[in-house]
C-alpha cells in the first residue's frame, strides 16, 4: 500500500471526489501506480488529505465502476492491469476522436438536467453499513429470487411511511415493488380490463409514460390543462375510463392541483366507472404552502391506483418503485399470474432499504435533502430573478425538481439551447412532453436543478444570461 498526496482544491468548482478520483486515474494511467498497487484504506486516506470519508468513498467507487482498480475482500482495493503498452496505437485514435469531438461540441460545465440527484448528500457510510448488516442476517434468503410483490418487509415499511407522510391507506399485500415507475406502469396496463383500452393524460405530460402506454396498445387521448391543473370537463368528453395524472406536482408545468379539484377527479371516476393513476413522483418537494392529501387517501370508492418512487430522494440507480392497487386490482393481479414474474428489484437492495427505512434514516434523510433542494431551488429562482428579470417567466417553482423556463427574447425552443450550448450550459426541451410536440410552446426550457450545487447553479445562471441576452 502507498500514500497519496495531493493538493485539493477546496475554492473549486469541481467537488473533491472528482479531483481525487481525476488525480488517482491519471497516477494509474501514466504508470505511477503500476497493477496491483495496493490503494490507501478509506480511513486512512480521508485522515491523511483531511477530507470526509464519502469523499474518499465516491472517488474511489468511480474507479471500481470504470474498472480502473478492483476490490478484493477483506484487503481493498488494487490498481488493475490495464496493458496499456499493448494498445499504443488505438489509445491514440481514442484521443485523437477525443478531441475531435471536444473541437465539434463545447464543453458542459452546467447541465441543469432534469433527474440529477444530489449525489454528495447521499448518506453513502450508512447505506454501506445496512448493506453488510443485511448480507449478515439474510445470507442465504439472499441467494432467492425473492417474493414476487416485494419484499414483505420492505411492503410495511412502505406502507407504514405512505400512511403517515401522504395519508395513502393500504396494507402491505395492496403494494407491488417494481425497478421503475415505468416497469410498474407496463405492469398495470395488462391489469386493465381489455373492453377499457383507452386512457387520458396530461397535455403536456411525461413522454417516457406515454410510450409505454403507446407500446401496451393503449388509445391515449390528451388532456388539456387549465391552471389548476387537469380540464376535468375535457375528461368527460374523452370518454376515457382511465386517467394518468401527475396532482402533486403537475409534470412539466409544476401546478399542484387543489383540493376542490381532486375531489372533482373522485367524482369523475364514481361517474365512470373509472380508474385514476395517481403518479406522485417527487410529492417530498413542496417549497410553498402545506401539503394536500394525495389522491388516494380521498378515494372512498377504491379507485386509485397510486404510484411512488425512491429515485429522487435516494438514488435513481436504485430502481426501487412501487405501486399501491385497489384492493379489487389486487385480486386482479393474482388471478391473471403476475404472481409469477420474477422480482425486478435485488432482494439484496429491498433488504437494505428496509432496514434504511425501519432505523429512521429514510424520513431523517427526507428532512435533510428538503433543506438541500430549497436551498438550491432558492438560488436558482432568485438568481434567474435578479440576472433576468422581466425577460423571462419562471414556471413550476412551488415543489419538485425542475422549473419551465418562458425566455422573452425571440428564440424558439432550439435556439435557446443551442446558444447555452455555446456557453457552456445544458438546458433541455420541453416540445417531447406534447402529444403533439408542434403545438409545444416554443420559448420554453426545462431547468433542472438537483444535481448541481449552489456554485454551479449561480455559474450556470450568469451563463445563461450571456448566451440569451448577450451580456
Known amino acids: 500500500m502507498i500514500d497519496l498526496t495531493l493538493l485539493l482544491k477546496r475554492e473549486s468548482e469541481e467537488p473533491l471526489y472528482t479531483q481525487l478520483y481525476q488525480y488517482i486515474k491519471k497516477e494509474i494511467m501514466n504508470g505511477k501506480l503500476p497493477a496491483q498497487t495496493r490503494l490507501p484504506s478509506i480511513r486512512s486516506l480521508s485522515a491523511h488529505l483531511h477530507i470526509s470519508r464519502n469523499t474518499v468513498d465516491l472517488a474511489y467507487q468511480q474507479l471500481l465502476a470504470e474498472g480502473y482498480v478492483l476490490s478484493r475482500p477483506r484487503s481493498g482495493l488494487y490498481v488493475m492491469d490495464l496493458q496499456l503498452d499493448s494498445l499504443p496505437s488505438s489509445h491514440h485514435v481514442r484521443e485523437q476522436v477525443s478531441e475531435d469531438h471536444a473541437l465539434a461540441h463545447p464543453t458542459i460545465q452546467y447541465d441543469f438536467r432534469y433527474g440529477d440527484v444530489d449525489a454528495e448528500h447521499f448518506p453513502l457510510a450508512t447505506w454501506r453499513k445496512l448493506s453488510n448488516l443485511s448480507l449478515q442476517q439474510n445470507h442465504q434468503a439472499l441467494f432467492s429470487y425473492g417474493d414476487p410483490l416485494g419484499e414483505p418487509g420492505l ?42 383500452r383507452s386512457i387520458a393524460m396530461e397535455d403536456p405530460g411525461y413522454d417516457g ?54 375531489m372533482q377527479l373522485l367524482k369523475w371516476a364514481t361517474d365512470q366507472n373509472g380508474i385514476i393513476i395517481e403518479d406522485d413522483y417527487d410529492s417530498e418537494f413542496r417549497y410553498v404552502g402545506k401539503p394536500i392529501p394525495s389522491l388516494q387517501s380521498l378515494d372512498t370508492q377504491q379507485r386509485t391506483v397510486y404510484l411512488g418512487t425512491f429515485s429522487k430522494c435516494l438514488l435513481p440507480s436504485l430502481r426501487i418503485a412501487y405501486m399501491v392497487l385497489p384492493q379489487a386490482m389486487v385480486e386482479l393481479h393474482r388471478k391473471q399470474d403476475y404472481r409469477l414474474y420474477d422480482q425486478t428489484v435485488s432482494h ?124
Open 155 to 196: 411492503r410495511m415499511e412502505i406502507a407504514k411511511y405512505l400512511h403517515g407522510s401522504r395519508g395513502v391507506n393500504c396494507s402491505p399485500d395492496q403494494i407491488v415493488i417494481g425497478a421503475g415507475i415505468q416497469y410498474l406502469l407496463a405492469v398495470l396496463s395488462g391489469l386493465l380490463r381489455s373492453d377499457n
Open 209 to 262: 409514460v406515454r410510450t409505454v402506454f403507446q407500446h401496451k396498445g393503449l388509445d391515449i387521448h390528451p388532456i388539456p390543462l387549465e391552471a389548476d391543473g387537469l380540464h376535468i370537463h375535457k375528461l368527460y368528453e374523452s370518454n376515457s375510463r382511465i386517467v394518468y395524472i401527475t396532482p402533486s406536482h403537475q409534470f412539466p408545468y409544476g401546478m399542484v392541483m387543489p383540493l376542490a379539484k381532486r
Open 348 to 471: 439484496f437492495q429491498q433488504n437494505t432499504l428496509e432496514l434504511f427505512m425501519s432505523n429512521g434514516h429514510w424520513e431523517a434523510h427526507i428532512r435533510k435533502m428538503r433543506k438541500v433542494y430549497s436551498q438550491k431551488q432558492f438560488t436558482l429562482i432568485s438568481m434567474i430573478q435578479k440576472m433576468m428579470g422581466a425577460q423571462v417567466t419562471i414556471i413550476g417553482e412551488d415543489a419538485g425538481l425542475h422549473i419551465l423556463l418562458r425566455v422573452h427574447n425571440g428564440m424558439d425552443e432550439h435556439k435557446l439551447i443551442a446558444t447555452a450550448e455555446k456557453e457552456g450550459v445544458q438546458v433541455y426541451p420541453v416540445s417531447p412532453f406534447w402529444a403533439q410536440p408542434a403545438q409545444a410552446e416554443q420559448s420554453m426550457v426545462q431547468i433542472g436543478f438537483g444535481g448541481l450545487s449552489i456554485e454551479d447553479i449561480t455559474e450556470g445562471v450568469y451563463a445563461l444570461h450571456r448566451a440569451w441576452f448577450g451580456v
